[in-house]
């Protein structure tokens, strides 16, 4: 049991004002269906992970950038009510906020993705007035949400613990794959990155490249983990309603954990167990669990 100290989280990424549509099944080629319900929530592979470590217990500044415009002081008045501090989420003139349609039905969902300000960060790597911020940061946590010069700038810069989710899928490069700890990839990024079908060859493949340690998520199987040993563990058991950000619930609470001094034995089954709880429900910032909600779901397993 870790003790109830927390170290700064720091997340560097995206922010998008969702707009989620339910419908009863994910259309096929050509179809058109309509929706049982429609919502409007704050989103980002970045402001979800910061969230959700927040929920989780730890101290979280979170660095991003949104447009002028109408939806970005949405999504600023959005992370405040979550309880994020706004200090380094910065808005770019003259360009719009980041935008993702999703649909989802039976807790699955299809996402497109407008990236707006999230690929507009003034400067040769745009990071340059929130490094000391990063710094800082005891647990740093990246994603591909924002431009790769930014997520490897930052990286550099780190002097805690990086956590880089590798999501949407895209190269890392090996100076980057060497801070990473633990890099964090789903069995699809897992292949586009090392090029095996079985999970544990690709761990093997990143260990060889020098990556500090690994999480692969398995969604309902659990995950597992590398870090010189190897381990995994299941998933809890939940009826699937959304799955809209819970790779994010995922990778917010692993970094809390991480924050307050758990081995990532321990972390990884404490965050999978946070996002089997994000599964549950609808929605993602006000739904994801809290600290204690995952206790309880711990104890109980």
């Known amino acids: 049991m870790i003790g109830s100290v927390q170290r700064s989280v720091v997340v560097l990424g995206s922010v998008n004002l969702d707009v989620v549509a339910e419908v009863d099944h994910l259309p096929r080629p050509g179809e058109t269906l309509t929706a049982t319900a429609v919502r409007t929530q704050a989103g980002g592979k970045g402001a979800n992970q910061a969230v959700a470590a927040l929920r989780c217990g730890a101290q979280v500044r979170f660095v991003a950038r949104t447009g002028d415009d109408p939806a970005g002081a949405v999504l600023r008045e ?23 349609y999703i649909t989802t039905a039976g807790g699955e969902n299809v996402i497109v993705l407008d990236r707006g300000a999230n690929h507009a960060w003034p400067g040769a790597d745009g990071a340059g007035p929130d490094l000391d911020v990063v ?57 586009d990155l090392t090029g095996e079908e079985d999970p544990r060859r690709g761990l093997a493949d990143l260990a060889a490249r020098g990556t500090r ?4 998520t398995l969604g309902a199987a659990g995950a597992l983990w590398w870090d010189g040993a190897t381990g995994s563990c299941p998933a809890p058991r939940v009826e699937a309603v959304d799955s809209t950000g819970a790779g994010d619930a ?13 081995p990532l034995a321990e972390a990884v089954p ?14 993602t910032h006000d739904s994801y669990p809290t ?11």
Do not use: I
């Not at 940061?137 to 010069?149: G, I």
């Not at 404490?270 to 929605?283: D, E, I, P, T």
């Not at 600290?291 to 397993?301: F, K, L, P, Q, Y």
């Open 78 to 100: 959005a992370l405040g009510r979550a309880g994020l501090d706004l200090a380094h989420v910065r808005t770019v003139a003259g360009v719009p906020s980041g935008t993702a």
């Open 135 to 191: 710094r800082r940061a005891a647990v740093l946590v990246l994603q591909h949400e924002v431009p790769a010069a930014v997520v490897a700038a930052a990286a550099r810069a780190a002097t805690g613990r990086v956590v880089l989710n590798a999501a949407p899928s895209a190269p890392v490069a090996d100076e980057v794959l060497a801070l990473c700890d633990p890099l964090v990839v789903n069995e699809h990024e897992l292949r």
């Open 213 to 216: 340690s690994v999480v692969v």
């Open 250 to 262: 995922l990778v917010g609470a692993l970094a809390a954990r991480l924050a307050a001094g758990a």
């Open 270 to 283: 404490w965050a999978v167990a946070a996002a089997s709880l994000s599964v549950g429900r609808v929605g």
């Open 291 to 301: 600290a204690a909600d995952v206790e309880e779901a711990v104890s109980s397993a």
